[in-house]
């Protein structure tokens, strides 16, 4: 039996384990048999997914998780990246909460649901690109961009360590108290709450307002969307505005 491929499962997904030393037309093509071998005991389940073995390039983890989707029913969440401790926080909730729940369209699509404890936040690593969708009754964190056409929903409040030129919505559940956060805020719309805010460029609705608290020598500093007087501006995230908001 080859042992170019190996499948374990864990409490928190499917460790993929691929040989370093092979190509990886090959490697793909044996993933797929090891699925299909495996699809029947791996059943119709959602999982995220864990790659051992060797690092693979973005597209390269796109081959995987569609071969995945074509030779079995799985629908894998998310992957795992190991050194980021995410592995650790999805391990944390899925022992203390029964009531967890993550689906996925693996067809250039993420859609994640996720109900953890009040305490928690959801960890996302990655960029989210067109078309994906990731939605949280707890606040998230995304380690990567969110690009046009993609969407972040979260009954708490949204932190983006990249760029966020897509669609955000915070505080789902009616919060105002809730932001936005990115290194870069450029979205083509912002949600807090039942305000709304769109893309300075566009030609409806109300535009994202620079807030007065943003100093105008500072450019390359995290910035954070808030409601102010009913209104979504944006301004430097920095220590004054961690200090009026007591973050």
Not at 149 to 165: K, P, T
């Amino acid at each position: 039996m080859s042992q170019l491929v190996t499948i374990k499962g864990t409490r928190s997904g499917i460790i993929l384990v691929l040989d370093p030393e092979v190509d990886f037309s090959t490697l793909i093509k044996e993933v797929g048999e090891k699925f299909k071998e495996a699809s029947s005991f791996l059943g119709k389940n959602n999982m995220g997914l864990i790659i051992r073995g060797r690092k693979l390039s973005e597209s390269e983890e796109d081959e995987v998780l569609k071969s995945i989707k074509d030779n079995s029913m799985l629908t894998i969440t998310c992957i795992i990246d190991e050194e980021s401790d995410i592995q650790r926080k999805f391990e944390d909730v899925a022992a203390s909460n029964d009531n967890v729940v993550l689906e996925i369209n693996t067809n250039k699509k993420s859609d994640a649901t996720v109900k953890v404890d009040q305490n928690s936040a959801l960890i996302y690593k990655g960029s989210l690109r067109s078309g994906q969708d990731i939605s949280c009754e707890q606040s998230i964190v995304i380690l990567g961009d969110v690009k046009p056409g993609a969407n972040v929903i979260s009954y708490g409040s949204i932190f983006i360590l990249g760029e966020l030129r897509g669609n955000a919505f915070a505080g789902a559940g009616g919060d105002k108290d809730a932001v936005v956060m990115a290194l870069s805020l450029n979205p083509l719309q912002v949600r807090i709450a039942d305000s709304i805010a769109i893309s300075p460029e566009s030609e409806k609705s109300a535009k994202l307002k620079l807030g007065r608290k943003k100093p105008s020598t500072v450019e390359s500093e995290p910035e954070v969307a808030y409601i102010e007087n009913g209104h979504i501006v944006k301004s430097v995230y920095g220590s004054s505005f961690l200090r009026q908001f007591n973050m």
